[in-house]
């Protein structure tokens, strides 16, 4: 008797899974979920708060690149309700993988509500374009959405951390790896000259991960997926979409700055950028335990 009600009991909680799709704790992911959470955080705000979030779809603030704790226009979290702050959380889960969500939300916990801020460009509703923006020190995160024009952007997203401390070590453990598998005429070419500011444009430097030989080819591809992995399925997909317009992974261009022979915290400082015309993904280590990084896309 009692292992037919232990069978009946797991074959109830495998249905239920079935139905639902996914365990009742995991929180929900995806574009569809991503979108959910922002229509009705925009719907639960005020129409003072609406005054200081809502912009159009196509205000230049929304491809700003800010990494300092600063005043920002937006619609700061002081005026936000616990329950208000919970869907900005829905949206930031939603939008990215299990790995790349406890990053974010541990980042943001390093900045107090009077410097954090959530804009939204265009009235979010389903089948029309808009974008929702969370901005704040190492942290902006946007999800955009076009209706039924073609998607030919991605971000700003900005990443990093102060202290960082080992949320991003996988990504610098491959970069190392990187720097040591490459050849000396390799190094000659991929470890360019100046400073590599955070968040500029490739350009030339550097050499196309096409024409690396097989070990540091492997581990710069590794190093891409690396930074793609912090982002859900769909968002992703943006972003790879936007790669193979440019000629796919192996026409991007890698590139370093600095001394990459050793970690941040050992005294390494460094600056790394994968990309294109279209592409930027970067590091840039602004000191011991800080670090910045830039993700986004657009098409001319």
Not at 36 to 57: G, M, P
Not at 159 to 170: A, I, M, T, Y
Not at 194 to 199: E, F, K, R
Not at 288 to 297: E, Y
Request: with cysteine; aromatic share 8%.
């Amino acid at each position: 008797m009692k292992r037919l009600l232990l069978f009946g009991f797991c074959g109830a909680l495998l249905a239920a899974v079935a139905v639902l799709g996914r365990p009742a704790d995991k929180p929900a992911q995806g574009d569809d979920a991503a979108r959910a959470a922002a229509i009705k955080l925009f719907q639960s705000l005020t129409d003072e708060q609406k005054k200081l979030a809502l912009k159009d779809l196509d205000d230049k603030d929304r491809y700003a690149e800010v990494f300092p704790p600063v005043e920002r226009k937006g619609l700061p979290f002081t005026t936000l309700t616990a329950d208000q702050k919970a869907l900005i959380d829905d949206v930031v889960r939603a939008m990215t993988s299990e790995y790349g969500a406890s990053r974010c939300l541990e980042v943001a916990k390093q900045t107090g509500d009077d410097r954090r801020y959530l804009n939204f460009y265009g009235v979010p509703e389903e089948g029309k374009p808009f974008a929702w923006r969370l901005a704040e020190h190492h942290l902006t995160l946007i999800y955009a959405e076009f209706g039924k024009d073609k998607v030919n952007e991605f971000g700003p997203v900005l990443l990093g951390g102060n202290p960082v401390n080992k949320l991003w070590e996988d990504e610098e453990k491959i970069l190392l790896d990187l720097r040591a598998s490459l050849s000396d005429e390799e190094a000659k070419a991929v470890v360019a000259k100046g400073g590599g500011a955070a968040g500029a444009a490739i350009g030339s430097a550097g050499m196309k991960i096409g024409d690396l030989s097989e070990k540091p080819k492997a581990l710069a591809k590794k190093l891409l997926e690396q930074r793609l992995m912090v982002f859900s399925d769909q968002r992703r997909k943006v972003l790879e979409d936007l790669i193979a317009s440019d000629g796919g992974v192996e026409a991007q261009r890698v590139a370093i700055w600095g001394d990459a022979t050793k970690g941040h915290m050992d005294g390494g400082n460094y600056t790394w950028k994968i990309g294109g015309a279209v592409v930027l993904i970067d590091w840039q280590t602004a000191g011991k335990n800080h670090i910045h990084m830039t993700v986004r896309g657009k098409k001319a």
